[in-house]
């Protein structure tokens, strides 16, 4: 079975541009979360939406966005990209919101 | 607010010894935590999990101890082997509150072969 499927692998922006970075749960998971990892940290929780609905937001700008489709796949968009959204960002599912995650292997975004 | 954090960010081990990883927790009225391992360029992988009314679960050849009372959280792999050289993260979450997973920094172990 598939697990989380994240695309693009890698990405280079430069600043104030917009990006937007998808995710594919694995089936039968309603539930799909975001994360962002600078180099050398634990995962800063990003978004969690389920059944495609917003369930939870970290302590991110207004410039991140996210949705979910009524697949359950997921993306996330960031605009005016700052030098400092430059992290690997992580999509997990689950069947609810408060199950454990499974992570997909994320989108590494340099911002230049 | 909520917080976890890891006493120790490197530990390195013989092959075929056991690993002990630790993990403190902040917030008392966490009630669900996970270990993950996080391999370069992949990916966080559960590990195991356990919730507050236990205070032990075992696994293949990983065991989690919670201990409450100092909210401590640890991490045993038994005869650990070159394959588990990795990040390891712990999680904590309010799971009767549906709140996200709160990560530490980490922990990186290093099996010596």
């Known amino acids: 079975d598939a697990g989380v499927t994240q695309s693009p692998t890698h990405l280079i922006k430069t600043r104030g541009q917009h990006v937007t970075l998808r995710c594919s749960p694995i089936?039968?998971?309603?539930?799909v979360s975001w994360y962002q990892q600078v180099l050398g940290q634990g995962p800063q929780f990003i978004f969690q939406?389920?059944?495609?609905?917003?369930?939870g937001r970290g302590n991110f700008p207004d410039r991140f966005s996210a949705r979910q489709f009524p697949n359950y796949s997921s993306e996330l968009n960031v605009n005016a990209l700052l030098l400092g959204d430059s992290a690997l960002y992580l999509c997990?599912?689950?069947?609810?919101?408060?199950?454990?995650?499974?992570f997909g292997s994320g989108t590494q975004l340099s911002v230049l | 607010g909520e917080s976890v954090g890891l006493h120790l960010p490197t530990l390195s081990v013989q092959e075929g010894d056991n690993s002990i990883i630790n993990c403190a927790y902040s917030?008392?009225?966490?009630?669900?935590f996970i270990w993950y391992k996080q391999e370069s360029g992949k990916g966080p992988q559960f590990i195991i999990d356990?919730?507050?009314?236990?205070d032990k679960r075992q696994g293949q050849r990983v065991t989690v101890l919670l201990n409450k009372t100092v909210k401590h959280l640890s991490l045993q792999i038994a005869a650990t082997q070159p394959g588990d050289s990795a990040v390891y993260f712990c999680a904590e979450s309010l799971y009767s509150g549906n709140t996200p997973l709160v990560f530490g920094k980490g922990t990186r172990l290093s099996v010596i072969a």
């Open positions: 089936s039968g998971h309603k539930s």
């Open positions: 917030n008392s009225a966490s009630d669900y």
């Open positions: 939406y389920y059944e495609k609905e917003e369930r």
């Open positions: 997990a599912s689950s069947w609810t919101v408060n199950e454990k995650l499974f």
């Open positions: 356990i919730r507050s009314n236990m």
